[in-house]
Every structure is written in C-alpha cells, then in structure tokens.
C-alpha cells in the first residue's frame, strides 16, 4: 500500500502544527466561531448532536494492521471506546473534545493518516472497489489512481473553495462496487476495442435531495489523461456551479441543467487548455512510482482445494454459513476474500468497538498480509486470507461478535447514524435498523430472501444511500413523530438506479411488519429461486408492491 | 415558550441557559424565557458568552412545562437532553437506553 515519503509525512505534520495553532487560538478567542469553523471543517471536525464528531480519512478503504490499531488507541483514549465506519469508507469519533484533535491528528500522522478533507467544500475521501487488487474480475487495480487523485486533490489552491463538496469514486471491475455511478465524478478502468486499458468517466451522479445517476461524459480516456481532464472538470464545475443555494450547488444540478453533451463539450474545451499547460499528461514514471506502492503482495504457491476447509465446513455449520456469505472469489488460487460484518443483530451497523479494532489489527497482520479495508457498505475486508486459516479467522470473529453470515443480505443493513447522532437529521435510523435485523434474524429466512441491499437515512441528506437501497427507508419528521417512507427498486451497481417511493411512511414500530409484507411478496411471486428481489421488482413494477405493502389483513 | 440552548464549546456538549445566567446541562434547570423581552435577553447574553468562548451555536426551542421543569417537545430536543443517542455503546455492546422516554422530568 502507499507508503508517505518525506514530501507527504512534512506535509500533514505541518497541517498538525498549523490546526494545533488554530485551535489554540479559538481557545483563547482570538479566532471566533465564525473564522474557526470553515477550518475545523477542512480538517474534519464536525459539531454534531452531543459532541463533536470528527471524521478521519481512509484513502480508498485501505488500512494496516498498525493504523487500525491506532484508530482503536484513538477510540480509547480520546473518544467512548468505540468508532463508526462511514459509507464513504472512513472512519468517525462521535465524542472527541476540541482541545484533544490536535493531539488525535499527530497520533494519526504517526502512521500516516489524517483527517484533511473530510468535511467541507473540497474534493473529499477518493473512495474505491473494496476488492481492487484481489478481484477475480478485476480489468485493472484502481488503487493506485486512487493514490494519485488523493494527491492531486489534497490542498489543491483551485479547488479548495468549491460550491459544494465533491465526492470520486473509482472502480476497476466488471462489477461496480464503488457506486461511480452515484459520485459527482466515477471512474472505471476498462479495455477498449484495442485492448487498451483506460477510464470510462461518469459525471454528475449524486443522492441527497436531488438523486440522479449520472451519465458518462466520456467513454474512454487515456490513462495517462487522467488529472489533466478531472482539472478541467473541476474548473468547469468551479467556474459554472450555483453558488447562491446550497441544495443547488453539487456539480449534478449544473450537468442536468447544461446537458450532459453540452457539459461534455465544455469539459472537452477547458482540457485543451489545461493538457497545454503544466499540468498535461502523468509522467510515466510517476505512475510507475505509485503503481510499485501496490503491487500484489508475496503470495504463495498454493493449490486452490484446500481439503481441511471443506472438513470444517461440515463439521460447523456456522462456519459453512459464514463461508457462503461472507466470502468472495479471490484471484489468487489458495486465498480468498473475507468480508467481516460490523452488523451485528444487536449492533449498530459500521460501528466497532476499540478491542474489536485491536483484534481486527492482529488478524490483518497475521492472517491477511498486513491489510484491511473499510467498505462503502460500512464493513470489514481481509483482502488476502489463505484458505488453510479461514476456520481461525473465523473463529477469532466470531469470539469477538464478527461474525454475522450477512454480508449482502437483508441483515447487512447500512444505515446512517441519524437523529441518535446527527444534527441535520430527521429521525433515527439505529433503532430501525436493529428493529428489521432482530425481526429478521434467522439465517434460513436470510438465505431464501437472497441478496438484499438495505439503506436507511435519517434525513434526506440520504447519508445511509437510501435512494440506492433495493429497499430504503428515509425517516422524515411529520409534526413532531419519526416516520419511516420506503422506496423500493434502488441499485447502485452499473444498471444504477433510484428507489420510487412507495406511499406515506410508517411508525417505527410497524417498519418491520412492512418490509415482511413487501418479501412475503416477492417470496410468492418471483419467478424462481435465483430471481433476485431487484430484478423481480424490475420485471413486475412498483404498482403490486405497492399494494402488497399497504395491504392490511 | 421557549428555552436556549447551545455546545459548549470545549467538548460540544449539550447546555442549557440557566435562571442565573449560566449554562447548565440538565434541561429540567433551564430557564423558561416565557416572553420575547426574556427570550431577546438570554440571546444577548449567548451572544457575548459565545465571544468569551463558553459556547456556540445557541439556538431556541418549544417546551411545555413539566413537574420538574421544562420539558422538549420535539425527538431532536428529548435526545439531546438526554446527552445521549438512544442506543449506547456500553461496556462492549451496545444497548437501547430508555432515557428519551424518561427525559419528560
């Protein structure tokens, strides 16, 4: 993974030393509120419910074991012994004191972290496949250009004074698993008619108040292309975006409102300009330099059956369920891909506690070649496990409750903290959460359901992906109550598309009934077993669902 | 009627305006500002509290009398009262507190 050189680690020192100095100023009131937020914001202090809520940068998901540990150290000594992995693949302390961040952001610089660009109206976390590198289906690791937007993104002068934030994601799969299609800029490496390998750019795409997904402006861009065009972009976006209203200001409403052909066109325009300046093409040797960061680990000579394995699954059921569900294909015969879930039935989704992150840093470095990964579905990955230790790493998870068999299925809920938390919430969306988990907490009833993604917002702000969920759920505040709409029919895969509301919202209470009469539905009228809950949806429509979810015995 | 409230601005935690002019944590000591002339004048006193760095953004809400003292309308306001979020991670698990209910004091 990458590793800061001396530029990188004398850089986020001095962002340290310069916030220490501004916190120390507000303090004392020689900055006032007003001064101070925009820069506590710039290094990710929020102020939120309770506390203040800061939120520490995961470049594209990807962790060590030693950083992992450090974010448990962090959770312990400066917050309440546990933190949240977000939906954009980072992490948050829901309880740190102001004058202890700076003290915080020098630990985290210690291992090379910071909390630099998660908040505020900058280009913020580049977020990435969760399997890149170890995808069987995989045209080329996005990582490495992760690494290099990070870089070319982090303090840019243009570009830290945007109208609204701004969020890219990068994939490198057949499959999507970064959601391009729902970020103001996605990417997706892939091979045209030449075998070149290149990025498809998608522009415009977004959740919020206004969900749209968003179209590809360009099909195919030269690798090499890569920052000069995603300047002009931004330049674009800089010089043309609203300013006069917040909800109107995200590089979506400006791509509706000029056409995506004509934003195309207008990008295309700009990059001539900034291709013949001294931005121009990635100099082969710095991709090279980033690229040898990622280069695949030393993997060994295995054979793919691994016989022992197949013992204990039939020993353990348990087991044999976790390793149907938690596990993914890797490309590297011998090993495999483990998702751990952090939803648990009674948990809060995405949250670990800080002896869980310490566990989670030893099984990293014993078990997955020293690397963990956030996932934007606010789980864990071990991207490189061998087949012969599954069964102990499964057994260390499950001593430390890490060991829900959910992942992709109706337990695998991803819900934003919401009005338990957050002040621009609505509603909760943590005990809805736990409601539907604890209603449906049987695997046999999970595993006939099949694949379902679950979302849950408290606001409309749409944090927890709600308009991407094959159902989701957005708690509203209706005359003082919390309720509870649901759309159905959301996907954030490559065929992306944005759940339709259903109807009026329910008490909490009653959501769980509601989304059984919604599966008891579809139970009875897919058209077999493997008709997955959104393509059924997709073939019948929303009309019968609709009424199946309003029906009353 | 209404009661202000704010962050402190040390910790962020939740603070009420009490009936001597302080900021007190716990909502049933707040004061109730029953006229606009009372609401205006605790207002002015968050403003310059904010410039001597005890708080920030104070703000107004509804609450209606109880036996204990005031008590928030809202769910927003009931949570931050309680100083909590309704499911708490407590001694490595995380556990429903029934405190919002119990806020009305």
């Known amino acids: 993974m990458y590793r800061y050189d001396e530029f990188d680690a004398t850089f986020v020192r001095e962002r340290v030393a310069q916030f220490r100095g501004q916190v120390d100023r507000r303090l004392k009131g020689e900055l006032s509120e007003d001064e101070f937020r925009p820069l506590r914001l710039k290094n990710g202090l929020y102020l939120q419910l309770h506390a203040y809520m800061l939120r520490v940068a995961i470049p594209y998901g990807v962790l060590s074991g030693v950083q992992m540990r450090k974010l448990a150290f962090l959770a312990r000594r400066y917050d309440r012994g546990y933190g949240h992995f977000t939906t954009r693949q980072n992490i948050q302390y829901n309880w740190p004191d102001l004058p202890d961040v700076p003290d915080m952001l020098g630990h985290l610089a210690d291992v090379e972290m910071h909390a630099l660009q998660t908040s505020g109206n900058c280009i913020r976390n580049v977020t990435a496949d969760q399997f890149a590198g170890v995808a069987a289906d995989e045209v080329e690791d996005p990582r490495p250009w992760a690494e290099l937007i990070?870089?070319?993104?982090?303090?840019?002068?243009?570009?830290?004074?945007?109208?609204?934030k701004f969020k890219i994601a990068i994939t490198g799969a057949a499959q999507d698993r970064a959601a391009i299609k729902l970020h103001d800029i996605g990417l997706r490496l892939l091979k045209n008619d030449k075998g070149e390998v290149g990025f498809e750019v998608v522009v415009g795409g977004g959740q919020g108040r206004t969900p749209i997904v968003g179209p590809v402006i360009r099909s195919f861009l030269a690798k090499e292309d890569l920052l000069?065009?995603?300047?002009?972009?931004?330049?674009v976006y800089n010089m043309l975006g609203r300013r006069d209203n917040i909800y109107k200001a995200r590089i979506k409403i400006l791509v509706q409102a000029v056409g995506a052909a004509e934003y195309a066109r207008l990008v295309e325009e700009e990059w001539l300009k900034v291709k013949a300046g001294p931005l121009g093409a990635v100099p082969q040797a710095e991709i090279d330099r980033i690229q040898r960061?990622?280069?695949?680990?030393?993997?060994?000579?295995?054979?793919?059956?691994?016989?022992s394995l197949e013992a204990k699954k039939l020993q353990d059921a348990q087991f044999k369920r976790w390793y149907q569900t938690n596990l993914t294909h890797h490309r590297v015969p011998g090993y495999s891909i483990a998702t751990i879930s952090l939803k648990p039935v009674d948990g809060v989704p995405g949250d670990a506690s800080a002896d869980q992150?310490?566990?989670?840093?030893?099984?990293?470095?014993?078990?997955?070649?020293n690397e963990i990964r956030v996932t934007h579905h606010?789980?864990?990955?071990?991207?490189?496990?061998?087949?012969?230790?599954?069964?102990e790493v499964y057994t260390i998870l499950r001593a430390h409750n890490l060991?829900?068999?959910?992942?992709?299925?109706?337990?695998?809920?991803?819900?934003?903290?919401?009005?338990?938390?957050?002040?621009l919430a609505n509603a909760r969306s943590i005990p809805v959460a736990q409601k539907i988990a604890r209603r449906f907490d049987d695997p046999k009833k999970l595993a006939e359901i099949g694949e379902l993604r679950l979302n849950i917002s408290g606001c409309i702000n749409a944090c927890g992906h709600h308009h991407v969920g094959h159902i989701g759920i957005l708690g509203v505040d209706k005359q003082g109550q919390e309720l509870y709409q649901i759309t159905l029919g959301g996907s954030s895969a490559l065929d992306a598309s944005v759940g339709k509301i259903m109807g009026p919202g329910f008490p909490s209470d009653d959501v769980p009934d509601a989304i059984a009469r919604?599966?008891?539905?579809?139970?009875?009228?897919?058209?077999?077993?493997?008709?997955?809950?959104?393509?059924?949806?997709?073939?019948?429509?929303?009309?019968?669902?609709k009424e199946a979810l309003y029906a009353r015995a | 009627m209404k009661v202000l409230t704010a962050n402190r601005l040390k910790d962020g935690a939740v603070v009420y305006f009490g009936k001597n002019g302080n900021w007190l944590e716990q909502l049933s000591e707040?004061?109730?500002?029953a006229e606009p002339s009372q609401l205006e004048e605790a207002k002015k006193r968050a403003q310059e509290d904010e410039k001597s760095q005890l708080i920030v953004a104070a703000y107004d809400f509804e609450v209606e009398p109880g036996q204990k003292g005031p008590v928030a309308l809202s769910m927003r306001e009931k949570i931050r009262a309680a100083h909590e979020p309704t499911i708490l991670y407590d001694q490595g698990s995380w556990v429903t507190t029934d405190r919002v209910k119990n806020v009305s004091l």
């Open chain 1, 293 to 307: 960061y990622f280069a695949p680990p030393a993997y060994e000579n295995l054979p793919d059956d691994t016989p």
């Open chain 1, 228 to 235: 000069s065009y995603l300047e002009a972009i931004l330049r």
């Open chain 1, 150 to 164: 990070r870089q070319w993104s982090s303090l840019h002068p243009e570009f830290s004074y945007l109208p609204r």
């Open chain 1, 403 to 423: 060991a829900a068999a959910n992942i992709g299925l109706l337990g695998d809920i991803i819900a934003c903290p919401g009005l338990d938390y957050c002040n």
């Open chain 1, 518 to 545: 919604i599966l008891d539905f579809y139970l009875a009228q897919r058209s077999d077993a493997k008709e997955r809950f959104i393509d059924c949806y997709r073939r019948l429509g929303p009309d019968p669902f």
């Open chain 1, 357 to 369: 992150m310490d566990v989670l840093a030893d099984l990293a470095e014993r078990f997955s070649l």
């Open chain 2, 30 to 33: 707040a004061q109730i500002l």
């Open chain 1, 378 to 391: 606010q789980n864990l990955v071990l991207p490189h496990v061998r087949k012969q230790d599954l069964y």
